[in-house]
């Protein structure tokens, strides 16, 4: 009888990590000029993208400074440095991710 209630238990574990994992997506942020892949982001709460928060930013894979900006190897400008966040700069990039209510 205690094997049954173990596996009963790990079951529910599972979805409650699932669920875990659907309210904290992860996006991977692209530029909007030339589509390379710029970083990979831990996004936090519904809605759009005005901000980047450093310590959410899993994986950088493009990016280069300039003066206090962030920008694209292309040359864009995809956000502003404001010191412990990249202010973002809409219509520079776009994103693609797990989102809620997504399940392919
Ligand atoms: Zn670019």
Redesign the pocket.
């Known amino acids: 009888m205690s094997s049954t209630r173990e596996r009963k238990l790990s079951s529910k574990v599972l979805i409650q990590f699932t669920g875990l994992k659907f309210l904290t997506p992860m996006l991977t942020i692209h530029?909007a000029?030339?589509k390379?892949k710029l970083w990979r982001y831990e996004k936090f709460g519904p809605g759009e993208i005005l901000r980047c928060h450093k310590d959410r930013i899993i994986r950088m894979y493009n990016s280069k400074m300039h003066e206090h900006k962030i920008q694209?190897?292309?040359g864009?400008d995809i956000g502003i440095d404001k010191g412990s966040y990249y202010k973002m700069i809409a219509k520079a990039f776009t994103y693609k991710g797990t989102k809620r209510n997504e399940r392919r």
Do not use: D, I, L
């Open positions: 530029c000029a030339c390379k694209c190897p292309c864009k």
